[in-house]
């Protein structure tokens, strides 16, 4: 009998979600309303690529400091909009057409793969009840709403789709494509690493219980380092050789080729026991660790490891997304991000336990990589968008169970509401919204609801008024703001919350917590014009907690110092200081 295609259910479902965040973005979307600094910042890096700075080059040239470690393949679909619409639209037309267009054409992706990946484990109509489940995950909604352009969501569909094609046919094409897929995910950024490790781990256990598997292993194995190669060619070019921890450099990339060579060697033994297979590989990540460990030593505390103790905890242990899920300063956001995937891994364990003997391996698959992502989302939280995904099939094969009993149900009342409890069960985090309500996105701490001397931000939007009301000039402001600056006015800043530049985060930080004589040192060393700052903002309130005597701590409560002149700005709660 052949499948009836999914393309229809996928269409429609995709088409609803996008109606729906396009509804709730329209606000957001008139007034350019990023959900996050590095939106912004993005958007600079394609409209600077446009404008015709450097392929190589993706420096912000308008901060002090400004390299960057993002990659341009998540620029190419960008600017490929931009592009093809500037002429029609003009500048920001086109840039706004493009913060919609990408976006929801990541999420359209990622319904398919959803749904692709579930009829390999679960059948037909699981599939279709995934693209019903996908859009009732709001962190997968929220990497792919309009003007959500950084890479959180090209991560995830690259994941979604290595997986689909571990589930599949294990043959060396498939898995040259896997290792594609994860070359492309660590390109984008090295936070992708861990998953894709997993991925790859599960790529040579599967081998190892089951020897047939070996052009699958060989071809993600070499997929994964040539595809890398060629990807760091392109988008990074030769230059690009200095040791660095953030991103793929040649040290990573012989560690790639050391796990290829090695996995293949390791492959030789398919014909021996298990013991000995699973010791080859065992013997193979022993080999690639060593190899990090005496080419890169310093990459072992990770990315972050170069940050002084001030800007580590005032910015880096306050940043949500790269927290484990316990320390989270919203509990609803820990609730959202961990709901379906603890659901879905039920789905997937009870799904293993009573599919036919031929599909447990998939399932099998699905529930090592779905366990490996739902570690990750504990551990460190912009990862639960992937856990999020990879927990579709599970959840779908146990709601496909239970609205099948449902239907069974005689009376219609008591039907709809076992319909509804089914929905409820399978996206726990209905029920955190329903109790709780949708978290605040707007980064505003509850400490401004102390006595304050003068108006407070309800949002940065607050400080784009500085586009016409001062001259372009060099702007000190928090690191948070900074972004919203450049990208909707002509002035320049200091830095960015972008940890390549931790020296001038330092300095950003150190001035609004230390004494008024060393933020004055600090803010004439930059040559800095004017201070801006919007009181009230998750960051400026933390400087006040960290330094209740600090230099902002004092400004904002009316202190004056005669290097600081007060400029008044209409109708707007935003503070600004001519610096003398």
């Known amino acids: 009998m052949t499948p009836r295609p999914l393309w229809p259910a996928i269409t429609i479902g995709w088409t609803l979600a996008a109606v729906l965040l396009l509804a709730m973005s329209a606000g957001a979307i008139g007034e ?79 319904f398919a793969l959803v749904a692709v990946l579930t009829r390999r484990v679960a059948g037909e109509e699981p599939a279709r009840l995934a693209v019903l489940i996908a859009p009732l995950s709001v962190p997968l909604l929220y990497q792919m709403r309009p003007l959500r352009i950084d890479h959180h969501g090209w991560q995830v569909v690259l994941a979604l789709a290595a997986l689909t094609l571990l589930v599949g046919r294990p043959s060396i094409r498939a898995g040259a494509l896997l290792g594609a897929c994860l070359a492309a995910l660590v390109t984008i950024s090295l936070e992708g690493l861990p998953i894709a490790a997993a991925l790859t781990g599960i790529v040579a256990l599967a081998w190892a219980f089951d020897p047939a598997r070996r052009p699958m292993l060989l071809g993600a194995v070499w997929g994964l380092f040539l595809s890398a190669l060629l990807l760091q060619l392109a988008t990074r070019g030769v230059q690009y050789a200095a040791p660095m921890c953030d991103a793929l450099t040649p040290d990573w990339l012989l560690v790639l080729g050391v796990g290829a060579i090695g996995a293949s060697a390791a492959s030789l033994t398919g014909r021996g026991p298990l013991a000995i297979r699973l010791a080859a590989l065992a013997f193979v990540g022993a080999v690639a660790v060593a190899v990090l460990l005496y080419t890169a030593p310093e990459c072992v505390g990770g990315p972050f490891a170069q940050l002084d103790p001030l800007t580590r905890r005032m910015w880096y242990e306050n940043t949500d997304e790269g927290l484990p899920l316990w320390r989270q300063s919203s509990l609803v956001w820990a609730g959202l991000t961990i709901g379906l995937p603890v659901t879905g891994l039920i789905g997937t364990v009870l799904a293993l336990w009573s599919s036919p003997a031929a599909m447990r391996m998939r399932w099998m698959l699905v ?44 009376g219609a ?5 076992a319909t509804a409890g089914a929905l409820v069960t399978i996206c726990p985090g209905l029920i955190v919204l329903a109790v709780a309500g949708f978290p605040q996105t707007e980064a505003v701490r509850a400490g401004q609801q102390r006595p304050a001397s003068g108006v407070q931000c309800e949002r940065g939007l607050d400080a784009r008024v500085i586009g016409t009301a001062l001259p372009p000039s060099r702007i000190f402001a928090p690191l948070d703001l900074t972004p919203d600056i450049l990208v909707a006015t002509p002035h320049q800043g200091i830095a960015s ?41 998750n960051e400026p309130e933390l400087y006040r907690e ?22 008044e700005i209409a109708n707007s709660p935003v503070r600004v200081w001519r610096i003398r």
């Open 413 to 417: 009342g008591v039907r709809m509401v």
């Open 546 to 567: 960290e330094s209740p005597h600090g230099f902002w701590a004092q400004l904002e409560d009316g202190a004056r110092f005669d290097w600081l002149e007060p400029v």
């Open 32 to 110: 350019w309303r990023f959900p996050d600094p590095d939106d912004a910042m993005r958007l600079m890096e394609v409209r600077d690529l446009a404008a015709g700075q450097s392929w190589w080059d993706v420096s912000q040239h308008r901060l002090a400091g400004g390299d960057l470690h993002w990659s341009r393949l998540v620029d190419l679909p960008l600017a490929a909009v931009l592009l093809l619409t500037r002429p029609l639209l003009g500048q920001a037309g086109a840039e706004t057409a493009a913060l919609i267009a990408v976006p929801l054409l990541t999420m359209a992706a990622m």
């Open 497 to 537: 919350g972008h940890h390549r530049n931790h020296a001038a985060m330092h300095d950003v930080i150190a001035a609004f917590t230390g004494t008024p004589d060393n933020a004055h040192r600090i803010l004439r060393g930059y040559g800095a014009r004017y201070l801006v700052v919007c009181p009230g903002l």
């Open 367 to 410: 529930a090592a990589a779905l366990l490996a992502a739902l570690v990750l989302a504990a551990l460190v939280m912009r990862a639960g968008a992937t856990a999020n995904a990879f927990a579709i099939p599970g959840a779908a094969w146990a709601l496909d169970h239970m609205l099948r009993r449902a239907r069974r149900i005689e």
